[in-house]
């Protein structure tokens, strides 16, 4: 069974690029025709999905998202990384790893004004 974790910094200030990373166990983030996605949960909303990253390490994202946000991965390692950029307070969420119908825990990001 996957297992995905995230880690990273619980809060950034505002302006600044928020990089998390998840770490993925017990399945190969290069397993074919499977994608790996960060999505996130702002207070009092419904899960947004951020993007993707593919088997093949081609990436998509969402068109809100997209000037923002990047994914990349370190298959060494068996990772994948989200940074977004120029973050603001709205940019305050649980944010979640998902593939290979995995979850992450989530973790709390906070962004300071």
């Known amino acids: 069974q996957v297992q995905l974790q995230e880690s990273g910094p619980g809060l950034v200030k505002a302006s600044q690029t928020l990089s998390l990373t998840c770490t993925v166990s017990?399945?190969?983030?290069?397993?074919?025709?499977?994608?790996w996605s960060w999505i996130r949960q702002s207070p009092g909303k419904g899960l947004e999905w951020i993007g993707y990253?593919?088997?093949?390490?081609?990436?998509y994202y969402s068109p809100a998202l997209k000037s923002q946000a990047s994914i990349s991965r370190d298959t060494s390692k068996n990772q994948f990384t989200l940074q977004l950029s120029s973050v603001t307070p709205e940019d305050t969420a649980v944010y979640y790893c998902?593939?290979?119908?995995?979850w992450g825990q989530g973790t709390q990001v906070t962004v300071s004004s």
């Open positions: 017990g399945g190969s983030i290069t397993t074919k025709y499977y994608y």
């Open positions: 990253i593919a088997y093949s390490g081609s990436t």
């Open positions: 998902h593939g290979l119908s995995g």
